[in-house]
T-cell receptor
Framework: NAGVTQTPKFQVLKTGQSMTLQCAQD?????MSWYRQDPGMGLRLIHYSVGAGITDQGEVPNGYNVSRSTTEDFPLRLLSAAPSQTSVYFCASSPTRNTEAFFGQGTRLTVV | GENVEQHPSTLSVQEGDSAVIKCTYS??????FPWYKQELGKGPQLIIDIRSNVGEKKDQRIAVTLNKTAKHFSLHITETQPEDSAVYFCAASMNSGYSTLTFGKGTMLLVSP
């Protein structure tokens, strides 16, 4: 049982490049979310999804896109990377609202 | 939207001592309050949660208390051990609509042997 799998674990991008952070879960959870973690800022919600085909913005959505075509996958796209997007990104899933959220191991992204 | 404040940002204790981390929330409609532990290089992991119809919940050395009137909740760890050293996050969410978790900024707990 893999839980929540994020790829890649590390990535270095040049300013202006685009990339997709992958997130997959094998628990058939409806809710999936993307967070970024910066020193002293805690976990801030970027985008979330409450089921296939349904996504919405969180606290810090600018510069990021998401889609949810299947229950299992919830990729996060950086359209044109900026140094301000240097962060650790976590994907999480939960069966429904107000239940345990299971986090992936994170992706450490550096934009130079 | 919801705002969660967490204190202290760092906490150092001796092994065997108790540790208390406090959080306040702003939205009285919030009714679910989980606590997560994050070890170095890993994702956060749920350690305990409480819902607004309960004032206190315990799980071995860990307990959480909730004061709805004052809008604050606390994590209590007794008989701390070095393996308790980690970053702890509190969070809050509402049981309505597409509610999402709002996290505090975290507390780094250091337990010295």
């Amino acid at each position: 049982n893999a839980g929540v799998t994020q790829t890649p674990k590390f990535q270095v991008l040049k300013t202006g490049q685009s990339m997709t952070l992958q997130c997959a879960q094998d628990m058939n959870h409806e809710y999936m979310s993307w967070y970024r973690q910066d020193p002293g800022m805690g976990l801030r919600l970027i985008h979330y999804s409450v089921g296939a085909g349904i996504t919405d913005q969180g606290e810090v959505p600018n510069g990021y896109n998401v889609s949810r075509s299947t229950t299992e996958d919830f990729p996060l796209r950086l359209l044109s990377a900026a140094p301000s997007q240097t962060s650790v990104y976590f994907c999480a899933s939960s069966p429904t609202r107000n239940t345990e959220a299971f986090f992936g191991q994170g992706t450490r992204l550096t934009v130079v | 939207g919801e705002n969660v404040e967490q204190h202290p940002s760092t906490l150092s204790v001796q092994e065997g001592d108790s540790a208390v981390i406090k959080c306040t929330y702003s939205d009285s409609a919030s009714n679910y309050f989980p606590w997560y532990k994050q070890e170095l290089g890993k994702g956060p992991q749920l350690i305990i949660d409480i819902r607004s119809n309960v004032g206190e919940k315990k799980d071995q050395r860990i307990a959480v208390t909730l004061n709805k009137t004052a809008k604050h909740f606390s994590l209590h760890i007794t008989e701390t051990q070095p393996e308790d050293s980690a970053v702890y996050f509190c969070a809050a969410s509402m049981n309505s609509g597409y509610s999402t978790l709002t996290f505090g900024k975290g507390t780094m707990l250091l337990v010295s042997p």
